[in-house]
């Protein structure tokens, strides 16, 4: 769109950019857990229990699924020796789910991948910038 004249009001360039932004760290996304035979959602789940060990029950409800769902993706994730499922202390019907230490060792290359790919799109801001922006994206993203 670069030359052309914007009809667009400030409105709805915000609500653009925020879904062109979307797009881009999602094929970010996409591409590294490819490239780690994951899915997205896969690559998600990693995520959450870098620095959690949630119930089932709490691991849907970051997800937005199913428990069904989860409870597929997990003993697909416990197949592939990532995840760990223990029956939680405190209440034994509970299931926790944790990352096995082959899955821990994994994060940190798959963390440096995305930063790597997402480098070009964050390396025009200074580091003031790059603060004021995980600022607002944190504001944003609290529901």
């Given amino acids: ?29 996409n591409r590294v857990a490819s490239e780690h035979d994951l899915s997205l959602t896969q690559l998600r789940v990693l995520g959450i229990l870098r620095d959690r060990e949630p119930t089932m029950a709490e691991l849907a409800s970051y997800l937005g699924l199913e428990r069904s769902t989860v409870s597929g993706l997990i003993d697909r994730a416990v197949g592939r020796g990532l995840v760990r499922k223990t029956t939680d202390a405190a209440d034994g019907r509970s299931v926790r789910v944790s990352l096995t230490a082959e899955a821990r060792r994994l994060a940190p290359a798959i963390i440096a991948e995305i930063g790597e790919l997402l480098s070009p799109m964050t390396s025009r801001l200074n580091p003031g910038e790059q603060q004021r922006l995980t600022a607002l994206l944190g504001k944003v993203l609290t529901v």
């Fill in 1 to 29: 769109m670069q030359g052309m004249v914007s009809c667009m009001s400030a409105a709805e360039n915000f609500t653009d950019n925020l879904v062109q932004t979307s797009f881009a760290v999602t094929a970010i996304l």
